[in-house]
């Protein structure tokens, strides 16, 4: 039970990664992106490409994060021409694209059979130490990236995000550049999720296309707005509390005396569901944006 | 300072609003732009702001052509300011808060001057600086969206019916401050405007638009003189027996 709580806890902070990302460009910059699932994916795919090639971690991140500000700068770019529904649409079908060259393109990503073998970040160290390290690095990289996100959404830039959200004429008829602005919130973003990636890759220890899958994206969405989308704090608690329940699933399963097949559904209602409730009677989610106070900076 | 030379523009794939429109305007003065509802005067000044790229004709500012640049560039390199038609003065933020979101562009010091120049030609919002702009009234909030347009010292201001939805007591003094800023800075305002009366009286000079071109123009202080000016936009006394030709085709 106790492994099982750390491997919970572990795959809770990459969500809250995740989670952090989106409420950055969402909750933030007003930024309607349902690719989300892809940056994590640069960051899942720079891991695996670089162990192929026998180049090693820090190869892997910087590939990874490569890889994402390339597909953020990419998304920026579609977003001058686009509305931000569109836009939406748009990221959701750029991320397909990827993925489905990510199931195709065998030669560099392992096609569908994805790339195994990927060796843990702290090799092989006795159960549970090496997981409880990962648990360590995965919490301090939450809390590292909480502090970045914290930073720069209670400075004048975040105010200039949120200008940019809620009265994007009024923030160009100020000065501000909207397009750098997005450009420079989705590339944060990208790095904050392909960190994640990276980190899952060498966790799980296999790279595949089906982890991404846009029910993904969907099940980080409902992170945030259950949470409370707007602050970042909500994005965390709403991560980590999806994936407990996810967690215990199994088990309600087993004192229902339900089938098996049932988990995955049962976990598919528990995101549409609680994505429907929270919509419906409490939009600000859990824990709801701080408006207004001081600014720093 | 200002200069539209047969500017031509629309939205999407439909007609042209504006069907070939000349304005000029100069520093110190302010010109209203005036007409009936649809004629085209918002969409004229989201076009010399840069919201709307003409379709044909140029926009120039300071005898250079500004048609393709954008809003943001404006702003910075060629000190324009403008001041959108709703209220956008955020309710949760202080009064100094909103102010300075006009200032992001500027040196710390700079801003703090500015700002506090500012507060000593605002009073009223001087008082309520470190209040939440929820406590503002109507007029005092337009005073805010002014003076966030102004910190960062424009030379030309763009103002986009800045008494909507205002009493005629708080219209008055939102008016009375746009003619301070004028014979302050001798700033260059271009200013839509539906009520035209108020704005006449404030204004130097005045542009009429009907079904997206310039149907009369002149110096306010004669359309608010002239009889049929008054009885088709400003609710007066019947116009003579020979209407001007063009007024004529504005009714």
Known sequence: ?297 | MIRVNNVRAGYGDGPDILQGIDLTASGGEIVTILGPNGCGKSTLLKCIAGFVRPRGGAVEMEGRDVSAVAVHDKVKHHRMGFVPQTDNVFSTLTVADNVLLGARHLPVPERNERYAELMAQYPSLASKQERKASALSGGERQILSLARALISTPKVLLLDEPSAGLSPLMMHEVFAAIAAIRDRTGMCIVMVEQNAFEALSVADRAYVLSLGKVAIEGRAADLLADPAMRHLYLGGEPPPAEPHPRLAAVS
């Open chain 1, 1 to 297: 039970m106790f492994e099982f709580l750390i491997h919970v806890s572990i795959m809770a902070c990459l969500y809250g990664l995740l989670s952090l990302s989106l409420n950055l460009q969402v909750g933030f910059a007003g930024l309607v992106n349902f690719g989300q699932v892809i940056l994590f994916g640069c960051g899942t795919y720079g891991a695996a490409i670089a162990f192929s090639h026998q180049l090693g971690p820090v190869a892997g991140i910087a590939l990874g994060i490569v890889f994402a500000v390339v597909v953020a700068a990419a998304f920026a770019r579609l977003g001058r021409n686009l509305g931000a529904d569109y836009w939406g649409i748009a990221t959701l079908a750029v991320a397909e694209v990827l993925r489905i060259l990510a199931n195709n393109e065998a030669w560099l990503t392992g096609g569908a059979q994805g790339v195994s073998g990927i060796p843990l970040l702290f090799g092989d160290k006795p159960r549970p130490m090496g997981p409880l390290m990962t648990l360590g690095l995965c919490v301090a990289l939450l809390i590292a990236a909480w502090w970045l996100c914290q930073r720069l959404t209670t400075s004048r830039y975040g105010l200039a995000l949120k200008l940019m959200r809620e009265e994007p004429q009024l923030a160009a008829s100020l000065g501000y550049d909207l397009a750098v602005l997005k450009t420079q919130t989705l590339m944060v973003a990208a790095v904050l999720a392909a960190a994640s990636g990276f980190v899952f890759a060498h966790y799980i220890t296999f790279v595949g296309p089906d982890q991404l899958v846009s029910s993904e994206t969907f099940l980080i969405w409902a992170m945030v707005i259950i949470g409370g989308s707007g602050n970042h704090l909500g994005a965390i608690v709403g991560a980590i509390l999806m994936q407990f329940l996810f967690a215990f699933v199994p088990f309600v399963k087993d004192a229902l005396g339900l089938p098996s097949e049932y988990v995955a559904a049962m976990r598919l209602t528990l995101v549409g569901g609680g994505l429907l409730v929270f919509l419906m009677w409490r939009t600000q989610g859990l824990i709801p944006e701080r408006i207004g106070g001081k600014q720093n900076g």
